[in-house]
């Protein structure tokens, strides 16, 4: 039986709660027809319905779909998903989920549901398993194209605490395979949905009498600790870190790998875990967790995350994120422009999934970030990102030089992650004010108080920057201070421009180094002043203008040769 990882002494161990009898099923092999480039069209209305499993964890109050009549093409397509599910041919079920399955909702349900599984059930011949991947996408699809209800919330909850019985609770490894890019929109979406459940419930004010009497009934869905259970034990049930451990060593990781962590459905669902824990650590505030969670993930190219995109970014934009908050500004800078140059150069060749437009989204975020991080902590940045990011930025640019608190809390209030309680409200309270913006009210008040707290640095930074030595005094008059006052502002600059800068190992390590490009030391009274910043390397812009001027000379002569033929 699985050992579940304890999260305190209140943890709420949803899995256990709705095992479902370690029932195993074995997968029969049958010839593969190919695709579905053939399906027929249909011109049917389809009404919005409601799936009816669950029974037994609440009433269900929603209107049947047992009237619909479900359309060949959709028929032909479920039937053909089953069977490469069911014979584990991961291409055939890669390009159905990420072809077949938008192709088919873009067409014929971009406003209603995909038919319930009510209506599935019959035509996969009541397959546990499918039945399971099909209901995670079509919540999945009420989620982004649709407005999902109290119902379909729970609903859905309760199809992942299925999903992950039958992948933790077997005895052996479950006979399942299933696409990397899938494995990823899994934990992925399973936390979205956690982050959107939360906020739901804090809104009270908008909810409606039947809502909260619902909420009250099921006060454990989508609780915190479950969602950190799930996470822990994917981590733990596939040896990840032993793994890691042993790749960061020359050694071979299925050595230490076991049973579980062989199978490419659990290796990939364990590495994913742990960057599901990072971006759940930083919603909930607690960013030294959410780097340590990461120890063992390599984050260079030929790591796991980088044959996912969306993958990549997520974990560049909350580790990128959890540095600018831990006041570690040449880490997250870092971070941030080496996502971005990816992505830059990467662009025309990401595949255009269901979250590419999130993808977009978050880019933008980090661009704000970065623009943020920079004011605060001036580093050379590559010239491409530079210009990228003043183009985004606009006018925000001078405000944030000239230290517009406002415009400072405009672009942390659009960058940043949409914080979560760990503490759910009182629902017996439901005419009390809403509680879903006291996270952000939170995270954003420290982050004030340390911009607060930088205002005289970009001021002090400028004097320093003009002379090697010169007296206190003499400096303070510049600033209109009082010697005392003024030698407490230069405490605050040396102590804030002081911070960890990371180069190898855990993302959490580092050695203590002065950030500000201008360092300096007071004796007696006197301030000696040294540049520490490096010199941009113009040499390297010089040799990417070079190199694009030779590819504008190539295609000119490939021009000129097909007109001369």
Known sequence: MLSFL????????????????GTVFSWS????????DNFDE??????DGYDQFGQDTYEDVRPSQASFNVPDTVKNFLVQFQRHVNQRHVDDINRLYDDGFNRLTDRFFKTTAWPSDELVAGIVDNDPIFLILYRELYFRHIYAKLQPDVYHRCQSYYNYCDLFNHILSDDDPLNLSLPIQWLWDIVDEFIYQF???TQYR???SKR???ELDHLRGHQQVWNVHSVLNVLHSLVEKSNINLQLDAVSSGQDPEAVAGEYGCDALFRNLGYFSLIGLCRLHCLLGDYHQALKVLDRIDMGKKSISASVPTCRVTLFYYVGFAYMMMRRYVDCIRTFSSILLYLQRTKLLIPKSYQYDQMLKQTEKMYYLLAISVTFCPQTIDESINAAMRDKCGERMHSLTSGVENVFLEMFSFACPKFLSPVPPSLDDAGAQDHHMEAFNAQSKLFLCEYR????????RSY??????????????????EVDVFRTHLLRYKHKMFAPVWSSGPLLSGEMKSCAGTDFFMEGDMIHITDTSVARPYGEYFVREIGKVSELNKSFRQMIGGHMR
């Open 195 to 197: 982050q959107s459940f």
């Open 208 to 210: 409606s009498q039947e």
């Open 202 to 204: 804090a809104k009270l």
């Open 42 to 47: 249909y011109g049917d209305e389809h009404a």
């Open 29 to 36: 092999c049958f010839c593969s027809p190919t695709a579905m």
């Open 464 to 481: 320093l920057q003009l002379y090697t030595s010169m007296p206190i005094a003499k400096m303070a008059s510049f600033m209109d201070m």
């Open 6 to 21: 304890s999260i305190g002494v209140d943890s709420f161990f949803v899995l256990n709660r709705f095992s479902l009898a």
């Open 453 to 460: 707290q930088q205002g005289l640095i970009p001021v002090i």
